[in-house]
């Protein structure tokens, strides 16, 4: 049975694992914490470029300590053989007491069968403590196992009525200055950007993480038509064919930055996990460039209107997928 100690404990496990994403695919990222009594004695998470392991760097940290300890994870701990050996096996040699697993690996060459390994020795194995926000956090690398793509996040900044341009053609700077750097923030959680090609001949974008103290080049793509150097170029591809391709290039998380034919195509494809949509209390006027061609998100999708937060004088309006 999961008591309150698991629930506390796996939530520094998926606070950790939150500071991989977008830097470990196509790998999960994972958090791990090791418990002796009520002292935290090693915790890590899935490095950079998706190897060490959490487990195995948890467990180096903690040498003999790990011996009799509980361990919480965030994804159960591997059990094949890649280019690194079995976090499962690993937890065995160690011969820790206890693992809380906080959800099942959707990969055919784990899926439960790490989980069973750690059983067969007498290790006693908790499963489900916090299930549904380990679920989503790893949504991108489940989506890209269960379903051949990545995890979708469309974000868009628009004008109190509704614009993203002053006019055609023009490049218009919409979001204040901490509104941007959250979107900076949200690119450096992703492994790859897309912009349509409108957009790109507009605006030039550079697509990377201009944050201090972030290490991190997204993959750059472009869909359509346009002579763009170090980008990924997609052209003549339904939205189903663009993900499928992404995928196969190891992408699990995808950020869509526009332009406004862009968000809708992903939205009317039905593939659109998450929008972001920045409000901006500035007007642009009757010459400006309708968002989403002016249509609603919600009459494009099946999303549904989730929170508020406020940045400055914008407010972020986040839809998602109903549960």
């Known amino acids: 049975m999961t008591s309150q100690s698991d629930i506390h404990y796996m939530r520094m496990a998926l606070n950790l694992a939150r500071r991989g994403l977008g830097v470990v695919a196509p790998n999960p990222s994972v958090g791990c914490v090791l418990v002796k009594g009520s002292m935290v004695i090693a915790a890590a998470h899935t490095a950079k470029g ?21 361990v919480y994870v965030s994804l159960e701990p591997c059990s094949h053989q890649g280019k690194t050996s079995p976090c499962a096996q690993a937890l065995i040699d160690a011969d820790v007491a206890r693992v809380v697993v906080a959800c099942t690996d959707p990969d055919p060459r784990v899926s439960g069968q790490g989980i069973k390994m750690l059983q067969a020795v007498g290790i006693e194995v908790i499963e489900g403590a916090l299930e549904c926000e380990a679920l989503a956090l790893n949504a991108g690398f489940i989506l890209r196992v269960t379903q051949n793509r990545p995890l979708v996040t469309c974000k868009l900044a628009i004008s109190a009525d509704g614009k993203i341009a002053a006019e055609p053609g023009d490049r218009t700077q919409i979001s204040g200055e901490l509104a941007a750097r959250y979107m900076h923030l949200q690119r450096s ?12 001949r507009v605006d030039a974008p550079d697509l990377t993480t201009r944050l201090g103290g972030f290490e991190h080049e997204p993959l750059r793509v472009v869909l359509g038509s346009v002579d763009a150097p170090g980008f ?9 064919g663009v993900l ?14 526009g332009g406004a034919k862009t968000h809708k195509s992903f939205l009317e494809a039905g593939m659109v996990d998450e929008f972001q949509l920045c409000k901006s209390p500035i007007t642009l006027g009757e ?11 919600e009459a494009l999708s099946g999303l ?11 407010r972020l309006e986040i839809y998602g997928k109903e549960a």
């Open 50 to 70: 998706g190897r060490p392991h959490a487990e195995a760097l948890a467990l180096e940290k903690a040498g003999l300590q790990a011996k009799g300890a509980t």
């Open 189 to 200: 959680k992703h492994d790859a950007i897309l912009v349509g090609a409108e957009t790109y």
């Open 232 to 240: 990924i170029v997609l052209k003549d591809m339904d939205i189903a």
């Open 244 to 257: 499928a391709d992404l995928a196969g290039k190891d992408i699990t998380r995808l950020l869509v930055e």
């Open 287 to 297: 010459k400006g460039v309708d968002g989403l061609d002016g249509k609603r998100i």
């Open 304 to 314: 549904k209107h989730q929170k508020t937060r406020v940045l400055g004088e914008d």
